[in-house]
């Protein structure tokens, strides 16, 4: 009888257990943990005597990024498209470059159809990018993520606990500790207990205490957990005046609803445009440091004609096209979060072999029978006045702005819209989303 095993936790995280057939069930799982707070590992820089990462922008690995940087972001917005089938009329909430480099982690450890598979559901193909190419991208792709920034918090981490009685590939422990900074524990997970207090105090470490007792069953079985987290925490580069925040505003939610929000009000110069063909305003704010967000809106009734066309291409024609400009903006203050059981989505994506008897995850143990059963994911964000939640920042005093004339444009987020949240050097979308109801956590 086939059993399987689902974790969850209010923080958010991705879940994906493996099945042993045999009379006493092996369980592998993997954890992928998506805050908007406090999770902390550190990119060894260049010449460091570490000696994790040689260098992050060499010209060939900046070409690498760019390639990558397409087809993740093709990988997002496929992904995005499912979410709304899944939960048509709601907020949507994850973290694409987690998800990627959680499935491309995995894929190490896989091979034949089933690794092509995975693969090709991340929108990758063989013939054009070799595997070699594809994982030191993503070992690029962390370096430049993580790699250390003033007045911006941004990383991603890995752990990998591995039981006494599993003897992994010597090359799979190598690999992913060289391209994915990988830090490896020997974990005894027949002694239950110790060994949730031990999964359980690295990541309330990693996450500053904002995620205790994450693991609260653990089936003695296990063979292998992995956890893979991200974190953001930045600060506007131009904050807004909470002392010109609107304590409600009306938000039109669909033609019936209405509901009420706090909504930030700033004159400012931003990069803006109108896409004429799509039918909507894209308005770019920038963090402090290597992010940026992109909001978009479109005009009434179009925003399913926007998500259908979405791609790297659009974003890359976007990019060109932003001018910058005075804006008299208005932006809702709000937290968004949002759980998916990505089993069914990845299913429907191509990745069947890896749910199948037959699977093939020899790249990872001598061991057979492996394969996939569930994952989940859920991400949080808060966005105000200055920027993310909980950034430790000096209180900011603005000088009244003067008098400009009345011919800039209004830009006012009051009905729903797309946010995207972006890695400056890498292009890589760290959050992507729908706020449909502002006041929906």
């Known amino acids: 009888m086939e059993r399987y095993f689902f974790l969850r936790d209010a923080s958010g995280f991705l879940g994906i257990c493996y099945y042993l057939p045999s009379k006493m069930s092996l369980f592998l799982y993997l954890i992928l943990l998506v805050l908007g707070l406090h999770v902390t590992i550190h990119c060894a820089p260049p010449n460091s005597s570490e000696g994790k990462v040689t260098t992050c922008h060499s010209p060939q690995q900046n070409a690498t990024l ?67 190419e594809i994982q030191h991208g993503f070992q690029h792709l962390i370096c430049s993520v993580n790699f250390p920034k003033k007045e911006l918090e941004l990383q991603m981490g890995n752990a990998l606990f591995i039981g006494k009685q599993l003897k992994p590939l010597a090359k799979f422990l190598d690999d992913v500790k060289t391209l994915y900074e990988t830090d490896v524990f020997s974990t ?32 003695p ?13 930045a600060q506007w580069a131009k904050p807004f005046d909470p002392s010109k925040t609107e304590d409600r505003s009306s938000f039109l939610v669909d033609k019936t609803t209405m509901v009420q929000v706090p909504m930030m009000h700033q004159v400012e110069q931003y990069y803006h445009l109108v896409d004429m063909e799509l039918n909507c305003t894209v308005l770019q704010m920038d963090y402090s440091k290597n992010a940026l967000a992109l ?42 979060s949002a759980t998916y059981d990505l089993g069914a989505m990845l299913l429907k994506m191509g990745m069947q072999d890896a749910y199948e008897e037959d699977a093939n995850f020899s790249g990872l143990t001598e061991d057979n029978g492996l394969k996939l059963s569930s994952a989940a994911h859920k991400a ?4 105000g006045e200055k920027g993310t939640e909980a950034v430790a920042v000096p209180e900011v005093r603005l000088l009244d702005q003067p008098e400009k004339p ?30 449909v109801d502002p006041t929906e956590m």
């Open 66 to 132: 760019y390639k990558m940087s397409s087809i993740n972001a093709d990988f997002a917005f496929n992904l995005y498209r499912r979410f709304t089938l899944e939960t048509p009329d709601r907020n949507i909430f994850f973290s694409p470059v987690s998800i990627s480099t959680a499935l491309a982690m995995l894929s190490f450890g896989s091979c034949s159809s089933t690794q092509t598979q995975i693969l090709e559901v991340l929108g990758f193909n063989l013939t054009d990018t070799p595997l070699a």
């Open 188 to 219: 005894d997970f027949s002694d239950v207990s110790t060994a949730k207090q031990e999964i359980n105090s690295y990541v309330e470490k990693q996450t500053k205490g904002d995620v205790v007792g994450l693991i609260q069953d653990l089936n």
């Open 221 to 233: 079985n296990t063979i292998m957990v992995l956890v893979n987290y991200i974190h953001l925490k």
């Open 295 to 336: 909001f978009v809106l479109p005009k009434q009734g179009q925003m399913e004609w926007i998500e259908a066309a979405m791609s790297s291409k659009i974003l890359k024609k976007w990019n060109r096209l932003l001018q910058k400009g005075w804006v008299d903006l208005f932006v809702p203050k709000f937290s968004i």
């Open 380 to 383: 949080v964000l808060h966005i």
């Open 406 to 435: 009345l011919l800039h444009p209004i830009i006012r987020f009051d009905r729903s819209f797309m946010l995207m949240i972006l890695e400056k050097s890498t292009r890589s979308i760290l959050f992507l989303g729908k706020v």
